[in-house]
């Protein structure tokens, strides 16, 4: 796996500057902020400011602005604090929910709970130069989760260093305010460690290290780019932690955008990992995806299958599982997702958890969000295989 990811990185290299010399002189004085955003992945990596942090970021640029106006003939580059730098821009949101359970011992289930609180702020250095900071709260729990900075001068390279989403499966970089479910699905939990069930290390799918990524062949016709390259070093310890062996985890994706909105996605992983008794163990993943966004519609369906190290050292060393999601817009107010989702634990039919998902949501104005979600389980791990399940979370941003 590093061969591949070696040699995908080398010729994806070789190409960029060819790629550079045909892009036009006008294309890369495009502000960084103004271009479309890859960093992390589709949809953006916050779902924008709300009704208090956009009054904040206004009064800001409005401020900023009016010290240090722009010379004639320069770049508006938006959130102006001088010619160098954007003046920061703020966001925040929280998610309450409800949970309700008829599995056997559940006890009705968790009822009300805090399912987050958010706060973020990013911006722009040098015009190239992007940064983003976010922090979360789970009840009394604080913790970071993004901090870094991204070189992206050119569509075809850019250089992140700090902590972020690891670039495997597509629906792992979504928002909770963007995934159209209460959850992510079971392959993101537990194969792109969201959750704790990576050697006991809840992560939400991030790591500490360095990216290079980038878009590559653009199309005549609309401009869409044919294909998006992501090559991780990361720790491999998870989120706001250091490495613990000196090993590397290695992860990449290629991308391919045939038709604009429609990707076909491949990822790979390889690294190891040291849990908290020093034990430590390798771990392969890889998936297939395919995602189409347009006009409001939503079909993602995934696979991965991993090999190494799973959650609680359970079973034969191997896991794979699978999802689709279908997103229809019935209103300008209403969207309803279907998600049919499936893991197998031990990659045996008879370690098989499956979830079968009905989830409208409605969303009442841009700051507001109300989502209902049913989930009918069939777990072929417990003596009661089958429970139902009934989730109401409230989204806002502030």
Known sequence: MRKILSTVFVATLATLPMWAENE???ELNVPAEERIETSE????????AGFITELVNNSLESA???AAPAPAGTPQLGRKLTDYASA???G??????YAYSDQDGAKGGTGFSQRLVRLYVDGTILTDFKYRIQMQVNNSTFHMKDYFVEWSHWKELAVKVGQYKRAFLFENPYNPWDVGAGEYAQIVTNLAATSDKDGNVGNGGRDQGLQVQG???PAKSDGHRFLHYQLQVMNGQGINSGDKNGHKDFIGSLQFQPVKDLFIGIFGWTGDYVDNAGVETDRNRWAASVKYEHNDWTVRAEYAHAQGLLANYQGNGKADGWYATVGVPCTPWLKVYGKYDAYRADKT?????????IIPNFQIHKNLMMQLQYN???NRNLVHKDYNELWAELYVRF
């Not at 925040?92 to 929910?97: L, P, R």
């Open 92 to 97: 925040g949101y929280f998610i309450s929910k």
């Open 376 to 378: 009918h389980v069939h």
């Open 88 to 90: 920061p821009k703020f």
């Open 24 to 26: 036009e002189t006008q």
């Open 41 to 48: 992945f589709e949809p953006n990596g916050t779902p924008g």
């Open 64 to 66: 900023f602005q009016s």
């Open 215 to 217: 878009d590559l062949f």
């Open 349 to 357: 039919w008879g370690s098989t958890k499956t979830i079968y998902s």
